[in-house]
C-alpha cells in the first residue's frame, strides 16, 4: 500500500512513463535525422520531435505540480536540484571551451590549405560593430533585466516581477531575430573553411542556448502569472536565471574571441 506520508525529507519520485518516453522519442528523433540526411525525408524526424516536446511537456509539468502544490521539494530536494543545474552549467561550460579550443587552435596558427592568415583567404567576416555589438548590448541588458526581477521576486513585488520578466523575454526574441538575420545575410556558409565551421558552431549552438533560455524564461513568466512562486520558494525562476547569466557570459566571450579578435 501506498503512503504519500513520510518521516524524511527526500523525494522519492512515482512510477512514470516519461523516461520511457523520453527514451524513444530521442531514439526516434536520432533514427529521424539520419534518414533525413540520407534519403531527405523528415517524417521520422518531425515524429521524434512531437514525441520529444510532448515529452517535456508533461514530465515538466509533474515536477512543476510536486513542488508548486504536492509540497515535495523541500530544502533538502531544492538543495539537490540547486547542485544539479549548477553541475549542468559547468558541463555546458565545457561544452563550449571545445568551440573555443578549436577556434584558436585554427586561429593562431593558420594551415597552409587556408592560406596560412586568419580569417582564412575569401571569407569577408562581419563587422563586429553591427549587429554583434548591438547583439551585445541586448544580452547585457536582459542580464540586467533578469536580476531586476530576481529582486523583484525576493520583495513580493509582482508587477515589477512580471515587467522585468517579460522584457527579458521580448530582448531574447529579439537577439534571436538579429542572429537569423546575420546569417541570412552571411557572405560565407558553414562549409567555407574552418573558420566557417567555427563559426557558424559557436554561434549557432550559443543561438539555440538562447531560444532554450528564452523558452525557459517565458515557462517561469506563466507559472509567475499562476503564482507558483513566492519569495522564498522560486528555484525553476532561479535556475533560468542562472542559464541566462551563463548564456550572457558564453556571449560575451563569443564577441570578444570571434567577432572581434579574430577579424
Not at 527526500?10 to 528523433?29: F, K, N, R
Not at 508587477?159 to 531574447?172: E, H, K, V, Y
Not at 523558452?215 to 525553476?236: A, Q
Not at 533560468?240 to 551563463?246: E, L, S, V
Amino acid at each position: 500500500m501506498s503512503n504519500n506520508f513520510h518521516n524524511h525529507p527526500y523525494h522519492l519520485v512515482d512510477y512514470s512513463p516519461w523516461p520511457l518516453t523520453g527514451a524513444i522519442g530521442t531514439m526516434t528523433l536520432v533514427t529521424g535525422m539520419v534518414k533525413w540526411f540520407h534519403n531527405f525525408n523528415m517524417n521520422l524526424l518531425i515524429l521524434g520531435y512531437m514525441i520529444v516536446i510532448l515529452t517535456m511537456y508533461q514530465w515538466w509539468r509533474d515536477v512543476c505540480r510536486e513542488g508548486t502544490y504536492q509540497g515535495k521539494h523541500t530544502i533538502l530536494v531544492s538543495k539537490g536540484l540547486r547542485w544539479g543545474m549548477l553541475l549542468f552549467i559547468i558541463s555546458e561550460v565545457f561544452f563550449f571551451v571545445s568551440f573555443f579550443w578549436a577556434f584558436f587552435h585554427s586561429s593562431l596558427a593558420p594551415s597552409i590549405e587556408i592560406g596560412t592568415m586568419w580569417p582564412p583567404k575569401n571569407i569577408i567576416p562581419f563587422n563586429p560593430f553591427q549587429i554583434p555589438l548591438l547583439n551585445t548590448i541586448i544580452l547585457i541588458t536582459s542580464g540586467l533585466t533578469v536580476t531586476w526581477a530576481h529582486h523583484a521576486m525576493m520583495n513580493n513585488n509582482f508587477s515589477q516581477t512580471s515587467q522585468s520578466l517579460f522584457i527579458t523575454i521580448l530582448l531574447g526574441f529579439y537577439f534571436s531575430i538579429l542572429q537569423g538575420y546575420e546569417y541570412f545575410e552571411a557572405s560565407f556558409t558553414i562549409s567555407d573553411s574552418v573558420y566557417g565551421s567555427t563559426f557558424f558552431m559557436a554561434t549557432g549552438f550559443h543561438g539555440l542556448h538562447v531560444i532554450i533560455g528564452t523558452i525557459f524564461l517565458l515557462t517561469c513568466f506563466i507559472r509567475h502569472l499562476m503564482n507558483h512562486f513566492s519569495s522564498n520558494h522560486h528555484f525553476g525562476f532561479e535556475a533560468a536565471a542562472w542559464y541566462w547569466h551563463f548564456v550572457d557570459v558564453v556571449w560575451l566571450f563569443l564577441y570578444i574571441s570571434i567577432y572581434w579578435w579574430g577579424n
